[in-house]
């Protein structure tokens, strides 16, 4: 299909975006929409790390929305582009980052941070295997509090996964949390601690994040939107 323009809100001005539309599973529709001009000189300059989020339904068709974001040099936050999909399949996620590259002149980050949904980790492997991903770090955390249930075992989790030390002390802090809150068999933690090299201060010293360590920022943008974005409106 040809593209189309899209008019949204984005860095406290009106822009309109290039997109295009595709079948996708189940013959949903995949929208996906880049922006011109100033945001791709943003993305150019300060596009090393990405992060982003997607946010429930806002609209009559139940399409999620995403927000591709970073930081500047002022640690403000920069939006790259969106994106309003069907699903979150693998098969999604490959098409829209794909289409994401094809906007900003294929210039591929060295770091990307999400909540770490399986479909997005595997479709980061196969659209950007040199970058590194990295986990957000509150959504760690609040997946702690569902999976483990212990409060003490989330604070000790959070002083591994920030703590600024030594590979060996982070395995020791992190066998001695597995002692106290006794929770060697639980498979959610066994799990977190084989990605470890995905979200522990400790296995990622040097990697450059520009000070994200969270995809918080895409929260508050997904609020900024739910205040002038309703399930009645339409798609134009």
């Known amino acids: 299909m040809p593209p189309y323009g899209i008019s949204i809100l984005m860095q406290g001005q009106m822009r309109t975006c290039i997109g295009d539309t595709r079948l996708g599973m189940n013959n ?7 922006v011109m ?49 069907s699903s979150e399949t693998q098969m999604t996620y490959v098409w829209v980052l794909g289409r994401f590259l094809e906007c900003m002149g294929e210039k591929v980050p060295k ?16 659209v950007f295997p040199e970058a590194h991903h990295r986990f957000c770090a509150w959504h760690l955390l609040k997946n ?3 999976n483990v249930c212990k409060p003490r075992f989330t604070t000790l989790l959070r002083n591994c996964m920030l703590a600024d030390v030594e590979v060996e002390e982070f395995e020791r ?40 360590r969270t995809t918080f920022r895409c929260e508050s943008l997904h609020e900024k939107i739910g205040r002038f974005v309703e399930r009645r409106y339409v798609i134009l």
């Open 111 to 126: 770091a990307i941070i999400t909540d770490g949904d399986r479909a997005m980790r595997l479709t980061i492997q196969e």
């Open 144 to 146: 702690a509090t569902v």
């Open 173 to 212: 802090q992190w066998e001695a949390m597995m002692d106290e809150c006794g929770v060697w068999e639980v498979e959610w933690v066994k799990d977190l601690y084989a990605k470890k090299m995905s979200w522990a201060t400790a296995y990622i010293r040097g990697c450059f994040y520009a000070g994200l």
């Open 37 to 85: 001009g100033v945001v791709n000189i943003d993305y150019k300059i300060f596009g090393d790390v990405l992060a982003f989020d997607a946010t429930c339904a806002r609209n009559k068709y139940n399409l999620l929305v995403i927000v591709f974001f970073g930081v500047n040099h002022h640690n403000q936050t920069c939006v790259f582009g969106a994106a309003m999909v």
């Open 28 to 34: 949903k529709c995949v929208i996906c929409f880049g």
